[in-house]
């Protein structure tokens, strides 16, 4: 692909050249706002703009830190999918020489140790908070993000109702989730063609007699791996990770002309 010119920041930032040249140049600060100089830097940052000192700075920068950012879980079920989903991650990110820092909150929302911050399922305005204050790629896994700057890793649910259907048949089975996904996700889910639950630890129980799809490991041991009734299509595996280890390499390079939203089968 050429070479990003500054005529391509200013239209992928919606402003003009003078502004985008304002912005990277720290000059005239009182022609533009705080929110237009944090789009066109998060721009700068996406296609490594060149030539540019921010995005010298960022090459220069490498810590092979990675903050994993996850809400902080209540049920037994959600800290037992939260650790799956962390041992697939951290065994992808760590044989590749990073270091994997798990937060379930961060004090300081302004972050300069590390190379990218992965969201697990944070909810839109808040993974839009820490992007307006952070130019180091912030990716989302299990959490849509209505913004095509941001590299987001999904669960192909239409490829799991699939399954389901091949072994069920349409309209004879309940898709039972614990509950992991930013609100954009749940509302995305209830277009699918069957029923839709989120499991909390004992209400498991209310599935009994019922054919079950699940994509969580927990769920599945606790209704029976042996029960023909239930269809495991898991959410966290080694391709899961691999598709964010790609993404994650995207980013910090990054890679232009390419989709950022990848849904994992």
Same mark, same amino acid.
């Given at each position: ?9 200013? /239209? ?12 990277? %140049? ?10 237009? *100089?944090?789009?066109?830097?998060? !721009?700068?940052?996406?296609? =490594?703009?060149?030539?540019? /000192?921010?995005? &010298? ?7 092979? =830190? ?11 079920? &959600? ?11 951290? *065994? ?10 798990? /937060? ?24 839009? /908070? ?13 959490? !849509? ?24 048949? *349409?309209? %004879? ?9 930013? &609100? ?5 889910? *209830? ?24 994509? %969580? ?49």
């Amino acid at each position: 692909m050429e070479k990003v010119t500054i005529k391509d920041i200013a /239209r992928l930032s919606g402003v003009s050249v003078a502004t985008v040249s304002y912005v990277i %140049n720290g000059k005239h600060e009182d022609r533009y706002t705080a929110d237009t *100089k944090r789009k066109i830097l998060q !721009i700068v940052n996406l296609y =490594n703009f060149q030539p540019s /000192r921010i995005a &010298q700075s960022f090459a220069l920068s490498k810590s092979n =830190n990675v903050i994993l950012l996850t809400e902080k879980h209540e049920t037994v079920l &959600q800290k037992a999918e939260s650790y799956d989903a962390l041992r697939h991650i951290s *065994k992808a990110f760590e044989s590749l020489g990073y270091n994997l820092i798990i /937060r379930t909150h961060l004090e300081n929302t302004r972050i300069d140790m590390a190379d990218a911050v992965i969201c697990m399922g944070l909810e839109e305005n808040e993974f839009l /908070r820490l992007a307006h204050e952070n130019y180091v790629p912030l990716l989302s896994v299990d959490g !849509i993000i209505h913004d095509e700057l941001f590299f987001q890793v999904l669960q192909d649910f239409d490829y799991v109702v699939a399954r389901g259907e091949e072994k069920f048949g *349409k309209n %004879n089975f309940t898709l039972a989730l614990v509950d992991l996904y930013n &609100q954009a996700v749940k509302d995305e889910l *209830k277009n699918l063609p069957c029923e839709v639950v989120y499991i909390r630890d004992s209400e498991f129980r209310n599935l009994a007699g019922r054919n079950i799809v699940t994509v %969580n490991n927990s769920l599945h041991k606790l209704y029976g791996e042996n029960n023909d009734n239930i269809l495991l299509v898991p959410a966290h595996t080694e391709s899961k990770a691999n598709a964010l280890i790609d993404c994650f390499y995207k980013a910090t390079e990054r890679v232009q002309g390419i989709t950022h939203t990848v849904r994992v089968r």
